[in-house]
């Protein structure tokens, strides 16, 4: 069975600095990745994914993830945060490009600082 | 073009009640997986239907059950709710169709069910 590790429950940002995210899965075959976004009382937002190919992968937001195989970890990277990226952020992994049962980490919670 | 849309945005029930939320895809996709998220953790997989069967099962018990219609759209229902049945149910659609990027799954804005 698949599972996905995120270490850090809150991580507190300046404004302007830069943000990395951690997530580690469990999974026998090649994962498919996923980062979802979640603002305060919203349902989740994605912000990208890995499938195969390239393992640095863009989002949208200014958002990027690197898939590495050896690590067993696809980290979630932003160069400048704004105040607008506080929000809870989920590392998910799937079996296979349409398998639906996604197990997801515990989330992060992200806080900006002016 | 609308998201996946869900109703109610917020219930409260009473133990041992029922409840039925309801979830409508988003355009163009054909299958609905269930979430529920209690407060400070991730979602938990309930369960997914594709032409109106289920497909796959989390570890739900039997008082979570499911329907899809034929336009797509689905209800998830709990019988006996309990105080810990209370959390964010989300609905989520995808397409079954192949896509070389890997399908993406969209998730709603889930209904808040609180049980007292």
């Known amino acids: 069975a698949q599972s996905v590790t995120q270490p850090d429950i809150h991580i507190t940002v300046s404004e302007g600095a830069s943000l990395e995210l951690r997530c580690n899965y469990s999974?026998?075959?090649?994962?498919?990745l996923f980062w979802y976004v979640q603002s305060p009382g919203q349902g989740l937002q994605l912000l990208l994914k890995?499938?195969?190919?390239?393992?640095l992968v863009q989002g949208i937001k200014g958002f990027e993830a690197e898939f590495k195989r050896s690590q067993s970890s696809f980290n979630l990277r932003k160069p400048s945060v704004h105040w607008s990226d506080a929000a809870e952020y989920f590392c998910?992994?799937?079996?296979?490009?349409?398998?639906?049962?996604?197990?997801f980490g515990a989330g992060t919670t992200v806080t900006v600082r002016a | 073009d609308a998201g996946v849309t869900q109703s109610p945005t917020h219930l409260i029930k009473t133990r041992g009640q029922q409840v039925t939320l309801r979830c409508s895809p988003k355009?163009?996709?054909?299958?609905v997986s269930w979430y529920q998220q209690a407060l400070g953790q991730g979602p938990q997989f309930i369960f997914q239907y594709y032409e109106e069967e289920e497909r796959q099962r989390g570890n739900f018990p039997d008082r979570f059950s499911g329907h899809q219609f034929p336009n797509y759209s689905s209800e998830l229902n709990v019988n006996a709710l309990l105080l810990g049945d209370s959390a964010l149910y989300l609905c989520a659609s995808s397409w079954t169709g192949q896509d070389h990027s890997g399908n993406t799954i969209y998730f709603g804005e889930g209904s808040w069910l609180t049980v007292v």
């Open positions: 890995y499938f195969s190919g390239d393992t």
């Open positions: 998910a992994v799937g079996a296979r490009s349409n398998d639906y049962k996604l197990s």
């Open positions: 355009s163009g996709h054909d299958t």
């Open positions: 999974y026998g075959a090649t994962p498919y």
